[in-house]
């Protein structure tokens, strides 16, 4: 478990930006098309409606930007473009190429496949190229999973879903935010849940939901101990976004209490690399978080990934 050295540069997140596409499908209308129905959803995932459409690189200029235009930094000044995603828009090359030219950056640009997860493996990195020298770094989480949607399968077509959040992280003088993390994978897991190039995801929702229980309530304590935490500190969790039931099953696990939980999925579905940046900047952009509160990012995801980080919120 990896302790932040004390002398190490840490950062903090100076702005952030949320996008969602304009199509609204609620469960109502996935249940004219297959045999489901929106109570169902309701229940069993805690969905009511998802935003569809878009590309990874759309979303992700449109979040970036405003993220940018937040912390008042000019475009040309930052020094590296992380884009969380499982959907590039291309095979070759990574889609933070078309981000950083929509952008207008000119700087280090590269993607992260790590799932849900991924977003807080970015931020991670992020942490990482500050403490070697980098200054101002743009995050991104964004996933366009409609597009390896198979929109007749009720078991994934109900949860999947478009969207994407940014966050600038800058280097600073003294104690940062970033306190304690985690990332880990279990590759024997991938079978789990898969999407061959060019086709459509295949999951094992039980399986699934049995083992992420298990590896977020792991990869958090992970972080929270490094951290020098524990769980009665955490103000805030920004949890993955995939089901309110395996949100509650973690936070009941780490005895947290679900009104320290952000949840958005209800809106949003579960958008992946997004999922996680849309509910914690929810949570700010609605006043949940002052400087100084103890926010767990906690995410699972494909690989079968889990990642964690412990921060202590600086409002900007
Ligand atoms: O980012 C990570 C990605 N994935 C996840 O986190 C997914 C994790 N898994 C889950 O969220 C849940 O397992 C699901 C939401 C996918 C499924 O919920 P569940 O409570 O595990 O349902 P189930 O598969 O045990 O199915 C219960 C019943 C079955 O009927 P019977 O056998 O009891 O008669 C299913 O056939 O519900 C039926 N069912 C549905 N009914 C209406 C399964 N899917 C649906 C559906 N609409 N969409």
Redesign the pocket.
């Known amino acids: 478990m990896p302790i932040i050295p004390k002398t190490a540069i840490n950062g903090a997140i100076t702005g952030w930006g949320r996008a969602l596409p304009e199509k609204v499908v609620t469960n109502s209308d996935l249940a004219k098309t297959m045999?489901?129905?929106d109570e169902?959803?309701r229940e069993?995932?805690g969905i009511e409606r998802r935003h569809i459409g878009g590309t990874t690189a759309s979303l992700s200029i449109e979040s970036g930007r405003k993220a940018i235009e937040m912390a008042g930094v000019d475009p040309s000044t930052i020094d590296a473009l992380i884009l969380s995603t499982t959907t590039p828009d291309r095979t070759v090359p990574a889609t933070s190429a078309a981000v950083q030219h929509g952008l207008g950056l000119r700087c280090g640009a590269f993607d992260v496949n790590a799932?849900?997860s991924g977003f807080v493996y970015g931020l991670v990195t992020a942490h990482g190229l500050i403490a070697i020298g980098m200054k101002k770094i743009l995050v991104i989480g964004t996933d366009t999973l409609s597009r390896i949607t198979d929109w007749s399968d009720?078991?994934t077509a109900?949860?999947f879903a478009d969207g994407s959040g940014a966050a600038v992280v800058e280097a600073v003088e003294g104690p940062g935010q970033l306190l304690g993390w985690d990332i880990d994978a279990d590759g024997s897991l991938e079978d789990l849940?898969y999407a061959e190039i060019g086709g459509t995801l295949y999951?094992e929702?039980?399986e699934?939901?049995r083992r992420?229980v298990r590896i977020m309530v792991d990869s958090a304590e992970k972080s929270l101990k490094a951290a020098g935490l524990t769980t009665s500190d955490v103000a805030l969790v920004a949890p993955?976004q995939?089901?309110l039931?395996?949100i509650e099953a973690a936070c009941k696990r780490l005895d947290i209490p679900m009104s320290k939980a952000a949840w958005v999925g209800n809106e949003t579905g579960?958008t992946?690399s997004a999922s996680i940046p849309l509910a914690l900047f929810d949570a700010a952009d609605n006043n949940r978080l002052k400087t100084g509160d103890i926010v767990l990012l906690v995410g699972?995801?494909?690989g079968m990934t889990a990642a964690s980080a412990v921060i202590k919120w600086k409002q900007p």
């Open positions: 045999d489901t129905s169902w959803i069993r995932t799932a849900c009720r078991n109900i949860l849940l999951m929702g039980k699934v939901f992420a993955h995939a089901n039931r395996i579960n992946s699972f995801g494909a």
